[in-house]
């Protein structure tokens, strides 16, 4: 379990979406975090692997089928 505190403005918006929508703003606050942290996750594997660069394969050699796990 995390607790987290919010600013108010952001709680009362979220109350508000929650009352307009008869959703629960637990649901809200889970989607938006879900949502977000695809985009983290996305983003600092995009910088690893720019940072840690690792063999790439040309077209010509994935077609051929070369065992890529044994390239590695």
Do not use: F
Not at 8 to 20: F, G, T, V
Not at 26 to 54: F, G, V
């Amino acid at each position: 379990m995390i607790t987290v505190h919010l600013p108010s403005e952001i709680e009362q918006r979220i109350a508000d979406l929650a009352a307009r929508t008869g959703r629960t703003e637990t649901s809200y606050i889970e989607e938006a975090i879900m949502e977000y942290l695809d985009e983290l996750e996305d983003k600092y594997l995009a910088l690893n692997r720019l940072e840690n660069p690792a063999k790439r394969w040309t077209l010509d050699e994935m077609e051929q089928g070369i065992d890529m796990d044994s390239c590695v």
